[in-house]
């Protein structure tokens, strides 16, 4: 993950306190790096409906993925996957339905992948970054 903390370090956020929301955003660049890395496309970022929110969407091969990230800090309040649950997958599988209409993809095969990050929040970068991408993390 060296090659990420690199990249992340060159394109940093300029705060002197980090905020949940520039974490969040470099958590999300961090995941949105390691997906182009093993071959993903990306097609849209940071989708916003009535519904809710998906972190990053892109092409694996033949699937649209619905990739959730997220990222943690530390463990004491549970792991980055403790973090997704019913609800939020619930919310995710709506929000998801709702683009595949809006963008006509229906009949496009389609997965529910998620990114886990363990990193830790230096001034203006992630280090020490662990990362995984869960392939097919959810089901409809």
Known sequence: MKFI???LSKNSYN???KTAVSIGALGEEAAALALKKRGYKIIERNYRSKMGEIDIIAKDGEYT????VRLRKTDCFGTPADSINEGKRNRIIKTAQLYAVQ???CDTPMRFDVVL??????EDT???IRL???KDAFRL
């Open 15 to 17: 705060n002197d306190t």
């Open 132 to 134: 995984e991408i869960i």
């Open 117 to 122: 990050i363990n990193a830790v929040a230096e």
């Open 126 to 128: 992630l280090k020490n």
């Open 5 to 7: 903390e690199k990249l």
């Open 103 to 105: 963008k006509g993809i």
């Open 65 to 68: 993925c619905f990739v959730e």
